[in-house]
């Protein structure tokens, strides 16, 4: 089309030089001649064009010509070569006459075909495989895969101590990147995955574990399912586990999967983990969909944790001991993974505009089942908290709607939540809660768009929910007023309000020193309930009270979260009570009051060491590297340890740790330059990872480090070295 319309506003623009002059009959001629050649010309290319689009047009929708009911995937996975193959076999069904079909295949290097047992004709540009043959409606076909490829992204071979681990991520990367599947989500398929892997390992996929053939040195195992589910929801996993079995309330088996290493840490890593599956069962009040469910932790995961069809696989920050479950702990990504067993899995969006009906239910259900393990207030106040990250959001001008597919994870997600809470107020909760059972029982196994589940909410609540969807679905802005409404029928938040809006509570010091008004703004309800009618009467007098006895309140309370702020803070004149900050059964206030003591009071530098000195933290090691980089920074503390400290310090960047504790070690040696060339090579190493997000601060540090000339020529030298190499 755009070259008609360029030769047609050439020859007759008024300053063409044919418009304007007198030709004659041949020059007419001429001229129409080069018309009729020129449209002819670009006739054929829009006739390819056409062609293409009508050709695209079918390999997307390819569901409405095909349906694919099967893949039975015979697999071996070696872990030197990096690679993953073997033989696929397909049936499937044609729904419409149709002279090809497809595959996505990402860069696999050896590929044979059968069609029910013979050769056939294809072709593979790197990305899909057309499978050509004149098929015809309601025949139903075999397809033998028969493959090998070295996966550039969504099956990762991770080191793990003396051991290898192997693990899947399809969402967002594809599992055609190691296995011949459909990339379109709209087409789902029942996989039964048979992997072979080096004995002594414990290898995990989608479904039940139903045979395992054990030989010299592998053993193959067989799993299989029952029910369909999008390829992007295939997975396997495979390392060196013990586990613990439960059964659900219902009778599914669980199984939870742990480093042998670890036993101390399965209890407080899947606490609650039953009482959350009984609870979501009944609340969705959908028998769970699947016949079992296994959770299972990978060193360097891309995320916190992924929902394969009966099989989610989390990063292995998640597995805490019982000090860390206070401050960092599994609950939450373990009811929002659970969750998606439902909404996402057995009934699956049909676009990315739809996406909320995976992560907003999601979300939504796994705070109703935090609700049930925490309390009312832990669940409003997580609204709340959502609350102010998408008020936040809305002020940096990067509010969307909730069907916009390019939303932001804080709107699919937190705004989906949110919108699922207010429509179940809005309806009723028995309305809703036999909306969203008849709306998966009538798509289970299916894809969805959101006017389906609103459809269902409409028939069982008698309302017309056009309001509803135009405030939170289709508009950008948040209904403040009502978000805020809902907020404070709960009576801690109310009470929040009320104190955040009180004058008296404003930034002010006193005879003790700063007192910020985020530590008095966060102190629990019940802690605080008895304090505000004295403080009201005190307003009537001409002075304000001081704080001495709340900050002492604060200190001789349990309250893990104010006694973090005080941490944060160290108010004066409480230096004792400031120091025993150092003994809480909390990582993260123990690493923030090392730091402030350690900045605060120089003399007692040592003191602090010496009580922290046997402290690593969270997974990350965020005490230890902390105290690492302090003992470096303090001549008079065991100096002539300095070189064992900068040696660990510089162990913890290798590839033998999770990248979390490689970031926190590679930034204490930043800040205290100290960078040697093991460090560097480790450093070089880490901008290839896998992990984007630590790749990008791998690059961007050696860049910063590149144009220092301390180490210019150092990088230089090492980067053409490993060239060579």
Same mark, same amino acid.
């Given at each position: 089309?755009?070259?008609?319309?360029?030769?047609?506003?050439?020859?007759?623009?008024?300053?063409?030089?044919?418009?304007?002059?007198?030709?004659?009959?041949?020059?007419?001629?001429?001229?129409?001649?080069?018309?009729?050649?020129?449209?002819?010309?670009?006739?054929?290319?829009?006739?390819?064009?056409?062609?293409?689009?009508?050709?695209?047009?079918?390999?997307?929708?390819?569901?409405?010509?095909?349906?694919?009911?099967?893949?039975?995937?015979?697999?071996?996975?070696?872990?030197?070569?990096?690679?993953?193959?073997?033989?696929?076999?397909?049936?499937?069904?044609?729904?419409?006459?149709?002279?090809?079909?497809?595959?996505?295949?990402?860069?696999?290097?050896?590929?044979?075909?059968?069609?029910?047992?013979?050769?056939?004709?294809?072709?593979?540009?790197?990305?899909?495989?057309?499978?050509?043959?004149?098929?015809?409606?309601?025949?139903?076909?075999?397809?033998?895969?028969?493959?090998?490829?070295?996966?550039?992204?969504?099956?990762?071979?991770?080191?793990?101590?003396?051991?290898?681990?192997?693990?899947?991520?399809?969402?967002?990367?594809?599992?055609?990147?190691?296995?011949?599947?459909?990339?379109?989500?709209?087409?789902?398929?029942?996989?039964?995955?048979?992997?072979?892997?080096?004995?002594?390992?414990?290898?995990?996929?989608?479904?039940?574990?139903?045979?395992?053939?054990?030989?010299?040195?592998?053993?193959?195992?067989?799993?299989?399912?029952?029910?369909?589910?999008?390829?992007?929801?295939?997975?396997?996993?495979?390392?060196?586990?013990?586990?613990?079995?439960?059964?659900?309330?219902?009778?599914?088996?669980?199984?939870?999967?742990?480093?042998?290493?670890?036993?101390?840490?399965?209890?407080?890593?899947?606490?609650?983990?039953?009482?959350?599956?009984?609870?979501?069962?009944?609340?969705?009040?959908?028998?769970?969909?699947?016949?079992?469910?296994?959770?299972?932790?990978?060193?360097?995961?891309?995320?916190?944790?992924?929902?394969?069809?009966?099989?989610?696989?989390?990063?292995?920050?998640?597995?805490?001991?019982?000090?860390?479950?206070?401050?960092?702990?599994?609950?939450?990504?373990?009811?929002?993974?659970?969750?998606?067993?439902?909404?996402?899995?057995?009934?699956?969006?049909?676009?990315?505009?739809?996406?909320?009906?995976?992560?907003?239910?999601?979300?939504?259900?796994?705070?109703?089942?935090?609700?049930?393990?925490?309390?009312?207030?832990?669940?409003?106040?997580?609204?709340?908290?959502?609350?102010?990250?998408?008020?936040?959001?809305?002020?940096?001008?990067?509010?969307?709607?909730?069907?916009?597919?390019?939303?932001?994870?804080?709107?699919?997600?937190?705004?989906?939540?949110?919108?699922?809470?207010?429509?179940?107020?809005?309806?009723?909760?028995?309305?809703?809660?036999?909306?969203?059972?008849?709306?998966?029982?009538?798509?289970?196994?299916?894809?969805?768009?959101?006017?389906?589940?609103?459809?269902?909410?409409?028939?069982?609540?008698?309302?017309?929910?056009?309001?509803?969807?135009?405030?939170?679905?289709?508009?950008?802005?948040?209904?403040?007023?009502?978000?805020?409404?809902?907020?404070?029928?709960?009576?801690?938040?109310?009470?929040?309000?009320?104190?955040?809006?009180?004058?008296?509570?404003?930034?002010?010091?006193?005879?003790?020193?700063?007192?910020?008004?985020?530590?008095?703004?966060?102190?629990?309800?019940?802690?605080?309930?008895?304090?505000?009618?004295?403080?009201?009467?005190?307003?009537?007098?001409?002075?304000?009270?001081?704080?001495?006895?709340?900050?002492?309140?604060?200190?001789?309370?349990?309250?893990?979260?104010?006694?973090?702020?005080?941490?944060?803070?160290?108010?004066?004149?409480?230096?004792?009570?400031?120091? #025993? /900050?150092?003994? =809480?059964?909390? %990582? @993260?206030? $123990?690493?923030?009051? +090392?730091?402030?003591?350690?900045? !605060?009071?120089?003399?007692?530098?040592?003191?602090?060491?010496?009580?922290?000195?046997?402290?690593?933290?969270?997974?990350?090691?965020?005490?230890?590297?902390?105290?690492?980089?302090?003992?470096?920074?303090?001549?008079?503390?065991?100096?002539?340890?300095?070189?064992?400290?900068?040696?660990?310090?510089?162990?913890?960047?290798?590839?033998?740790?999770?990248?979390?504790?490689?970031?926190?070690?590679?930034?204490?040696?930043?800040?205290?330059?100290?960078?040697?060339?093991?460090?560097?090579?480790?450093?070089?190493?880490?901008?290839?990872?896998?992990?984007?997000?630590?790749?990008?601060?791998?690059?961007?540090?050696?860049? #910063? /480090?590149?144009? =220092?000339?301390? %180490? @210019?020529? $150092?990088?230089?030298? +090492?980067?053409?070295?490993?060239? !060579?190499?």
């Amino acid at each position: 089309m755009y070259r008609e319309v360029f030769v047609y506003s050439r020859y007759n623009s008024p300053k063409s030089n044919h418009w304007n002059s007198q030709n004659s009959y041949l020059d007419n001629k001429k001229l129409y001649f080069g018309l009729i050649i020129v449209l002819l010309f670009n006739m054929k290319y829009i006739l390819i064009i056409l062609i293409t689009l009508i050709s695209f047009s079918a390999e997307a929708q390819q569901t409405e010509y095909v349906d694919f009911i099967n893949a039975k995937a015979d697999l071996k996975v070696n872990f030197l070569d990096k690679g993953i193959g073997g033989d696929v076999f397909y049936s499937f069904k044609i729904l419409k006459d149709i002279d090809s079909i497809f595959l996505d295949a990402n860069n696999f290097s050896q590929i044979e075909f059968k069609l029910d047992g013979g050769p056939i004709l294809h072709d593979y540009d790197g990305k899909r495989i057309k499978i050509k043959y004149q098929f015809k409606n309601g025949d139903s076909h075999s397809l033998i895969m028969s493959y090998f490829v070295q996966p550039k992204k969504a099956l990762y071979f991770v080191e793990k101590d003396d051991s290898n681990q192997i693990w899947t991520q399809g969402q967002g990367k594809y599992t055609s990147n190691w296995l011949p599947s459909i990339d379109d989500t709209n087409d789902k398929i029942e996989f039964d995955l048979s992997i072979t892997y080096l004995n002594d390992y414990e290898v995990l996929a989608n479904g039940k574990l139903i045979n395992k053939e054990i030989g010299e040195k592998t053993t193959k195992w067989h799993y299989n399912m029952r029910n369909p589910m999008p390829s992007y929801l295939v997975a396997l996993a495979i390392g060196k586990y013990s586990k613990k079995e439960l059964t659900s309330k219902s009778g599914i088996p669980i199984e939870l999967y742990y480093y042998p290493e670890d036993s101390a840490k399965e209890e407080p890593t899947y606490r609650y983990t039953k009482q959350m599956f009984d609870f979501l069962e009944t609340e969705i009040g959908v028998p769970y969909p699947w016949q079992n469910y296994k959770q299972v932790p990978v060193k360097d995961f891309l995320y916190s944790g992924m929902e394969n069809t009966s099989l989610t696989i989390f990063s292995e920050d998640f597995m805490i001991d019982e000090t860390s479950f206070i401050d960092k702990n599994y609950v939450n990504v373990n009811a929002h993974e659970l969750a998606h067993q439902w909404f996402g899995d057995f009934v699956t969006a049909k676009s990315g505009k739809h996406h909320w009906l995976q992560e907003g239910f999601a979300t939504y259900y796994a705070l109703l089942a935090e609700r049930d393990v925490f309390g009312d207030d832990y669940y409003y106040n997580t609204l709340y908290g959502y609350a102010k990250e998408l008020i936040n959001q809305e002020v940096e001008g990067n509010a969307t709607s909730l069907l916009d597919p390019k939303s932001s994870s804080v709107t699919f997600y937190k705004k989906g939540a949110w919108a699922l809470h207010i429509l179940k107020e809005k309806v009723g909760v028995q309305a809703f809660k036999k909306a969203v059972k008849n709306y998966l029982n009538k798509y289970a196994f299916a894809n969805v768009e959101t006017e389906d589940f609103i459809l269902e909410v409409e028939k069982t609540s008698g309302q017309s929910l056009n309001n509803f969807k135009q405030e939170w679905l289709l508009s950008k802005d948040l209904p403040l007023a009502k978000m805020r409404a809902t907020l404070k029928k709960n009576e801690s938040i109310a009470f929040l309000e009320t104190i955040q809006s009180a004058e008296y509570l404003s930034f002010r010091t006193d005879d003790n020193g700063y007192v910020p008004s985020s530590l008095i703004t966060t102190l629990p309800k019940g802690y605080y309930t008895e304090r505000l009618a004295v403080l009201n009467e005190a307003l009537k007098k001409p002075d304000y009270p001081t704080y001495k006895d709340l900050i002492d309140e604060a200190f001789a309370s349990n309250e893990i979260k104010v006694r973090q702020l005080l941490a944060q803070h160290i108010p004066d004149g409480f230096k004792s009570e400031n120091e #025993s /900050l150092l003994k =809480d059964a909390s %990582y @993260k206030t $123990i690493e923030v009051a +090392l730091y402030n003591l350690w900045s !605060k009071f120089p003399n007692d530098r040592n003191k602090y060491l010496e009580a922290t000195q046997y402290v690593i933290g969270f997974n990350d090691k965020n005490v230890r590297c902390l105290w690492l980089a302090l003992a470096l920074l303090t001549p008079e503390y065991n100096s002539a340890f300095n070189k064992n400290y900068i040696n660990e310090l510089r162990d913890y960047t290798s590839s033998k740790y999770g990248f979390q504790t490689r970031q926190n070690a590679f930034s204490y040696i930043k800040n205290l330059q100290i960078f040697e060339t093991e460090t560097l090579l480790n450093l070089i190493e880490a901008t290839s990872h896998h992990n984007w997000r630590f790749k990008s601060f791998a690059r961007d540090l050696l860049k #910063s /480090l590149s144009e =220092d000339e301390k %180490y @210019k020529q $150092i990088i230089a030298n +090492l980067q053409e070295e490993l060239k !060579k190499e």
